[in-house]
């Protein structure tokens, strides 16, 4: 069986094969080997070994240090469970020879290797390298490994019995079964209604707001904690996903460049000053909104978080995407739109209907900060990208969130 594991840099890819691996062996009486492409050219190499070493140690693993050539490989245990890591190490060192020259050929060479390794092998698992979603210009050789990687890749991803992406340590099923317990089996058929969660998690924030704010309230904390807290407290339970999209478009847009140019900044792990500064007027914004909040508007606050997940889903299955790939788009190529539109539509009016229950004019102020951000998401997104993409759908959701913050104590102070 050939199972294929890939993610970006540091993503706990390596921890999830090795354990998959070692979930196979269970059991076996084949050995369990480890084959490692890297060769330890410099410091950062050896410093990656010996972590890697580490984490494999007392494991049971039987090292084979192998840097090409693997159909040459004498020797070779039938019927074992073996672990290859890294395919980009493997592709780097086909491709070039140790003066840097191109060798002709190498993803040829890679394929057969990994045939004969597929033959002799009780289960193969393949750890890969994502290196292909950064959305950056490389030079001519890099762009070179890149290309022959992504072929390899994709020939692997074809023949393989599964393939996990393994995303901010989640394990995420691309194709076939799901292999471990624990991990997201997310694949085309339960990705259909995925979108039709979305309120329910902004329902379960909700709710955790508002019991933030009571147990403030019962403890008697001044204004300015309960709302230095009540702002921190969304960012805390999502991780601040959604502020990390809010602040990478203020530098995309800040940027005045053309749409390619914005779309290459979204992809940039790296944060600038229009960022910083947007991140914190939000930040001043957000806590003194909520340092204003009583009651009602904490109540108002609950069905207002699971609305603008509802629009945000809106957003997904009937907005065109920028860039046709990454999460976002797989998961709005395959909803059932039309279905996934009509719940999510019921959803939105539901909340609507509950907030005006609770309080009319705050209610209506509420849905009408949320059309605003929803009108401006749209027309930002059409217009300066070309579609959505996760970072925008995160800076919707921000933007959503203090609009209808805003919007329900400016009510609140009028009427009051």
């Known amino acids: 069986m050939l199972l294929l594991v890939t993610g970006g840099s540091a993503c706990g890819k390596s921890e999830y094969a090795e354990s998959l691996a070692l979930d196979l062996h269970e059991g076996q009486e084949g050995r369990l080997i480890y084959l490692a492409t890297m ?36 020797d070779l245990p039938e019927g074992a469970v073996i672990l290859l890591e890294c395919m980009s190490n493997l592709t780097a060192n086909e491709l070039y020879d140790e003066t840097g020259t191109v060798r002709d050929g190498a993803e040829e060479r890679i394929l057969e290797g990994m045939a004969r390794l597929e033959a002799a092998a009780a289960h ?8 292909f979603e950064d959305g950056r210009t490389f030079d001519e050789g890099t762009e070179r490994f ?21 995303i901010c340590g989640i394990p995420v099923s691309v194709k076939g ?17 995925a979108f039709c969660w979305f309120p329910l998690v902004g329902l379960v924030i909700g709710l955790i707001q508002a019991g933030v704010w009571y147990a403030l309230t019962a403890l008697g904390a001044g204004v300015l ?12 339970v999502t991780g601040g996903i959604h502020l990390d999209g809010f602040m990478d478009t203020a530098d995309a847009r800040n940027s005045f460049g053309d749409r390619e140019k914005k779309l290459d900044i979204l992809k940039d792990p790296h944060i ?19 340092s204003q909040a009583d009651e009602g508007t904490v109540r108002l606050m609950i069905f207002a ?60 102020a509420v849905m009408a900060g949320a059309m605003a951000a ?39 102070l009028v009427l009051l």
């Not at 904690?225 to 805390?236: E, M, N, R, T």
């Open 39 to 74: 060769e330890p050219y410099g410091a950062a190499a050896e410093e990656r070994i010996a972590r890697h070493r580490t984490l494999r140690a007392g494991k049971g693993f039987e090292t084979i240090e192998r840097y090409r050539d693997l159909a040459g490989l004498k």
């Open 225 to 236: 904690l309960k709302g230095c807290v009540l702002a921190a407290a969304p960012l805390l």
């Open 146 to 166: 890149r290309q022959c990687l992504a072929r390899v890749n994709a020939e692997l991803a074809r023949q393989a019995d599964a393939v996990t992406e393994v």
């Open 374 to 412: 929803f009108l401006m998401y749209r027309s930002m997104a059409m217009r300066e990208f070309g579609g959505i993409t996760g970072d925008l759908a995160g800076w919707f959701l921000q933007v959503c969130e203090l609009l209808m913050l805003a919007a329900v104590t400016a009510v609140s």
């Open 124 to 131: 193969l698992v393949v750890v890969t390298l994502n290196v």
């Open 305 to 364: 978080f699971a609305l603008e997940r509802a629009l945000s889903g809106l957003a997904a299955v009937t907005m065109k995407n920028a860039r046709g790939s990454g999460t976002l788009a797989s998961f709005s190529e395959a909803a059932e739109k039309r279905i996934v539109t009509v719940i999510l539509d019921v959803e939105a009016v539901l909340c609507v209907l509950i907030m005006l229950y609770i309080r009319p004019a705050g209610g209506g």
């Open 177 to 193: 079964p799901q292999l471990k317990e624990g991990g997201s089996p997310w694949d085309e058929k339960n990705m259909r209604y």
């Open 272 to 290: 600038g000053a229009f960022a910083a500064i947007h991140c914190a007027v939000y930040m001043v914004l957000t806590v003194g909104l909520w």
